[in-house]
């Protein structure tokens, strides 16, 4: 049987479409407030420097880790109660963090974002839900659309972070307690969201993918697209507040580059739906690709308060492009009975990538040097600017037509 959410369609789209990206921007707040926070408090408590990032490599490896299990029950209890319970996970996460900062326990912060994982894979789907909500019709515009409401952790996740840096005995501990409340009041625009039925999996298929899925030029091109244009940035992004402070930048200053970055992230949402049905896919993803080499330039160049701006705020824009091209093609690929196998594949590969970023952007940079690190990030850049180059030109339709199986 088909799982439901709504009995019905959703009377007003935009409705629902307006609660996911306050959704959204909520998620984002606490990313945000994880990338602020958790290499500095890392580094505070980890016996080694090289681990520093481990809590923020155990939050995207908790997603990897959690993708299957998201997809089970998404599929098993429908949309919203799928994503409730992530959210309630997340409420947990946040005040075991809170703790772990209190008491001073390294493991148990690195226990407590890997837990927090499964919330980061739930929340992920928001923009695969964004287009059931919307319809065929809106594809493109409902993933960008979604993903601008991370505009809302872009401005306030850095200033949350500092506001409540001092808020209790230890600094930080109030950043991760805030984040139980973020939680509870996504939970609480959740329930004004209907969504639609998620399509029933035939008898005997066990909603497996075709045999031949991965070997599809624009699976590939997709995937490559989103897992490494998340893999660079967050390689880059993570390692940001550590190299800072050995540059001797207050936080103050952490938290304004990072506010840049994450409206670099999703301010050109509000048009790259847009530009994508106007100009076609490709494009814009090889866009991406030069955003992220221009990103690095600049980062070579200095490391003054105004490098790490222009390089974040770059790579932000890079990654838009990247992420919301590659969605977008995404979403061409699959049947409805494949959706939520096939979203949840994308996923595990971004995640997993960004997990192997997450750890090595820590022992890169206090090894290597931030610069080092940066020449690095060209590599997996020119390896995606080949396969993009080879991927057909084509304009995003106005519907997602099943592939054959």
């Known amino acids: 049987m088909p799982t439901t959410d709504a009995p019905l369609p959703p009377p007003t789209p935009r409705h629902g479409l307006l609660w996911l990206t306050v959704c959204q921007g909520l998620f984002l707040l606490n990313n945000v407030v994880f990338m602020a926070v958790n290499g500095l408090v890392g580094l505070s408590l980890a016996p080694s420097g090289w681990l520093a990032t481990l809590p923020l490599t155990a939050y995207v490896l908790g997603g990897a880790l959690s993708t299957g299990l998201v997809a089970r029950h998404q599929q098993r209890v429908g949309r919203r109660r799928a994503f409730q319970a992530g959210l309630a996970v997340a409420m947990v996460a946040a005040g075991l963090c809170a ?15 890997l837990l927090a994982g499964y919330y980061n894979a739930n929340a992920a789907l928001y923009r695969f839900a964004a287009t059931e909500v919307a319809g065929p019709a809106g594809r493109e515009r409902a993933i960008s659309w979604v993903l601008a409401g991370g505009v809302v952790g872009g401005v306030l996740g850095p200033e949350l972070a500092q506001a409540t840096r001092d808020a209790l005995a230890v600094p930080f501990a109030g950043a991760y307690a805030t984040l139980v409340a973020v939680a509870a009041l996504s939970m609480l625009s959740l329930s004004r969201i209907e969504f639609p039925a998620l399509p029933s999996v035939p008898a005997g298929a066990a909603g497996h993918l075709p045999a031949d899925f991965l070997r599809r030029a624009p699976v590939v091109a997709a995937i490559a697209a989103s897992a490494l244009g998340y893999g660079v940035m967050n390689l880059l992004m993570a390692a940001t507040p550590i190299a800072m402070q050995v540059c001797s930048h207050p936080f103050s200053a952490v938290a304004w580059v990072l506010e840049w970055h994450v409206l670099g992230m999703y301010l050109p949402s509000f048009f790259t739906g ?84 997450s750890f090595g952007s820590g022992a890169l940079v206090t090894t290597g040097g931030w610069q080092a690190m940066n020449l690095g990030a060209l590599l997996p850049l020119a390896l995606l600017a080949v396969l993009l180059w080879r991927l057909p030109a084509r304009r995003a339709g106005p519907a997602v037509s099943a592939p054959s199986r």
């Open 99 to 113: 703790v772990a900062a209190l008491v001073g326990s390294f493991w148990l912060l690195v226990g407590a974002t």
């Open 274 to 357: 847009s530009v994508i049905r106007r100009v076609g896919v490709k494009p814009v993803l090889l866009a991406g690709v030069l955003l992220n080499a221009a990103c690095i330039a600049v980062a070579l160049h200095g490391v003054d308060l105004m490098h790490f701006t222009g390089a974040l705020l770059l790579l932000g824009v890079g990654w838009n492009f990247l992420y919301v091209g590659g969605t977008t093609l995404y979403t061409e690929t699959y049947a409805p009975e494949h959706k939520v196998r096939a979203q949840a594949l994308m996923d595990r590969c971004v995640l997993g990538t960004m997990t192997l970023t």
